[in-house]
């Protein structure tokens, strides 16, 4: 259940007698007017925990990310200059060039592309694997694939991975910012994020992507660590802690940060260009963490809230 959605109860409920005594009406139609009116006034309040948003812009951001010109505009002409994403799709598709490439027989791409792919990848790779044995082990340029065939780039024909006509054109390098947002949007809205890992199925983190660049516009002009956003994520939706499974070795709020920091600001706003990231030694941590910032971000997105 969501932050705008829950059944009046307490003070809410109070609030609505109170009303309905005061106006005086009588009949169902009328009192189911005015709770009408309040559910709208309320939906229309700003919320602390939504950064200033109302529960209704909230909604809009989660079910409607594409749809809301009133609340978000995207800027097609703009794309970044690194986004190791477009870098890997753009290496598939001269890999599987014109008269494409055999699949293997687990339906996979040749490992000798894989491998050739990752030989000609800058260092910065999110993460590079240490040896490839499949496709599957290239983990980036497995999940491109898969959104290529899904968002209409790729097919299969005859055991062959094919550029489909629309894949051909998006690919020209006159294309290149009509492909970066054909699958980036697919990305956000289509590809499962969870299928990368393996941790609790927390929709909510892909689901609120939107709601995340949001934040990332609101308080990215300087470096914070990557638990920062996760923190404010929590904010707004703390009832999806209930999602995750609990775990002998990590707390909930520990596992629902680190899914976070990996879905959404690694593989997803990283991965793609959207933001800066760099490791970040802490003195009471052992390995690295990580911090972000997102300087190019109203290049892209303009919100009217």
């Avoid at 009408?36 to 602390?48: C, D, E, G, H």
């Avoid at 082990?137 to 097919?155: A, H, K, P």
């Avoid at 002998?248 to 940060?257: A, D, R």
């Avoid at 970040?280 to 390995?287: A, H, M, R």
Wanted: proline share 5%; glycine share 6%.
């Amino acid at each position: 259940m969501q932050p705008y959605d829950k059944p009046l109860q307490g003070s809410l409920a109070d609030e609505l007698s109170q009303a309905i005594e005061a106006s005086g009406a009588s009949t169902l139609e009328e009192m189911n007017v005015i709770a009408q009116q309040m559910s709208a006034a309320r939906n229309a309040r700003p919320i602390q925990e939504f950064l200033g948003l109302s529960p209704a812009q909230m909604a809009d951001l989660l079910y409607n990310p594409l749809k809301s010109p009133s609340l978000v505009t995207f800027n097609e002409d703009w794309m970044p200059k690194n986004a190791m994403a477009l870098h890997l799709f753009n290496a598939l598709a001269d890999g599987i060039g014109k008269d494409g490439v055999k699949a293997t027989r687990q339906g996979n791409l040749p490992i000798l592309l894989c491998r050739d792919i990752l030989a000609n990848t800058p260092e910065d790779l999110v993460e590079r694997p240490y040896n490839i044995r499949t496709e599957t082990d290239f983990d980036e340029l497995n999940s491109l694939r898969i959104l290529g065939e899904m968002s209409g780039l790729i097919t299969q024909n005859k055991a062959k991975f094919v550029l489909t006509s629309l894949g051909q054109e998006l690919a020209q390098p006159k294309n290149q910012k009509q492909l970066f947002h054909h699958l980036l949007k697919a990305y956000a809205t289509q590809f499962n994020w969870g299928y990368r890992d393996g941790y609790s199925d927390v929709d909510i983190i892909q689901t609120g992507w939107l709601f995340s660049l949001y934040c990332l516009l609101s308080f990215g002009s300087k470096w914070r660590p990557c638990r920062f956003y996760a923190d404010k994520f929590v904010e707004a939706f703390p009832m999806e802690l209930e999602e995750v499974d609990e775990r002998p070795y990590s707390t909930v709020e520990e596992q629902f940060h680190h899914c976070y920091q990996i879905r959404t600001l690694k593989r997803f706003a990283y991965f793609w260009g959207l933001i800066d990231m760099r490791k970040l030694k802490t003195p009471d941590s052992i390995g690295f963490e990580y911090e972000v910032q997102a300087p190019r971000l109203f290049d892209w997105l303009h919100f009217y809230a």
